[in-house]
């Protein structure tokens, strides 16, 4: 019988995860000439019926962390000690710092039976205090839980400003974003939407040392959920969005003063994008957008000018490294884009295939915090 190389280096290397060796030390057996970038994130054992959740760096040597479901939103420790911290995928219930070089669980915090994490968090620049999305399961209100950045006790919690919050982000003038989705889900129900037909999604500013409420933006469109938010260097501020309605849209708008505009996109980028976009990330001078079922990354100028468009299956993540961006796939993709342009029609510098489901959320490297 002939031997299926490709398949059994593959099948060692699913092995060699699941009894917790260095997860880069498998992958670049793997691949085909060099390491991956490294990226800090998280990933499964499978796409579709994931059993074993991981967390760490790839293309370095590094222990990954062992994580008890699947995590979403994955960052650095401003702290610059090594750490980072990551959250689970909502309606998820916990956060977990850990030392990324050793692996070693700092700090957790386990939501109770009356919250549950939304998927993302954000730090004060000082490393002093964490901010995360929440649900509160008691009102169903979205909230802003406030938690010390090292022990990660809870210290409060706010109104966001709408229900089902996402993405939340510190902003450079010392705002915190967040990205009010307006889809009310519950864990009883897993992630149904519970209230299309009276969804109201916003991008909300609070103060981060009260929770005041500063402003609120919206759409014209009720169905364009608010998903993700990015900043430029210039101070410009962009969300990505999902469309649960029938009209279609682009999934890019820009804030403008105080009010969220469309990106630019005629009928054929509308369709090539599809109506689920991923990650939003400020890069090259404009933003890209994840595309995830459409399988495209897309990309918009500074002032909302589109721009060109990447075939990337099944994309959602996206991070800096070494001045390019890269974008990872939840089937082990991770490209490397090149130089956006007006070509719509862009080819991807690199392409590595990794054997696990990488998950939606992923940062570059921090020498700083090594």
């Known amino acids: 019988m002939a031997i299926d190389l490709p398949r059994r280096r593959l099948l060692k290397t699913l092995a060699a995860l699941s009894c917790g060796t260095p997860a880069t030390q498998a992958w670049t057996a793997v691949c085909a000439d060099t390491a991956p970038p490294s990226l800090l994130t998280c990933w499964s054992d499978s796409?579709?019926?994931?059993?074993e959740f991981h967390a760490g760096l790839l293309g370095v040597q590094s222990p990954a962390l062992a994580l008890p479901a699947?995590?979403?939103?994955i960052a650095w420790h401003p702290s610059a000690d090594g750490s980072a911290v990551v959250v689970a995928r909502r309606p998820g219930d916990f956060l977990v710092r850990w030392h990324v070089p050793t692996g070693v669980e700092v700090a957790r915090f386990e939501a109770d039976d009356e919250s549950r994490f939304e998927g993302h968090i954000a730090f004060r620049p000082d490393g002093r205090v964490l901010y995360?999305?929440?649900?509160?399961l008691i009102t169903?209100?979205?909230r802003i839980g406030v938690f010390d950045a090292l022990s990660l006790e809870r210290l409060d919690a706010w109104p966001c400003g709408g229900v089902g919050p996402h993405a939340v982000e510190w902003m450079a003038d010392g705002r915190l974003a967040v990205a009010v989705g307006g889809i009310l889900t519950l864990p009883e129900t897993g992630r149904v939407k519970r209230n299309l037909a009276s969804m109201d999604p916003s991008l909300t500013f609070l103060d981060p040392g009260d929770g005041q409420l500063l402003s609120q933006h919206r759409l014209p469109d009720a169905f364009m959920s608010v998903r993700h938010i990015a900043q430029d260097a210039g101070g410009g501020v962009a969300v990505s969005l999902q469309n649960e309605g029938r009209?279609?849209?682009p999934l890019f708008a820009l804030l403008d003063g105080r009010q969220l505009r469309y990106g630019e996109a005629d009928a054929d980028l509308i369709e090539r994008c599809g109506d689920y976009a991923g990650d939003i990330i400020a890069s090259n001078g404009g933003f890209a957008v994840s595309c995830t079922r459409a399988g495209v990354t897309a990309t918009w100028s500074a002032d909302g000018k589109a721009q060109?468009?990447?075939a990337t299956r099944r994309v959602c993540a996206?991070?800096?490294?070494?001045?390019r961006l890269v974008v990872t796939g939840d089937e082990g993709d991770?490209?490397?884009l090149g130089i956006a342009n007006a070509a719509r029609n862009e080819q991807c510098d690199r392409h590595w295939q990794l054997p696990v489901a990488l998950d939606n959320h992923a940062c570059g490297p921090a020498t700083a915090h090594a």
């Open 140 to 142: 169903g209100d979205g």
């Open 334 to 336: 991770l490209w490397q």
């Open 318 to 323: 996206m991070a800096e490294y070494e001045k």
């Open 132 to 136: 995360a999305t929440e649900t509160d």
């Open 308 to 310: 060109a468009v990447f």
């Open 47 to 51: 796409p579709t019926r994931p059993s």
């Open 247 to 249: 009209t279609a849209r």
């Open 70 to 73: 699947r995590g979403h939103d």
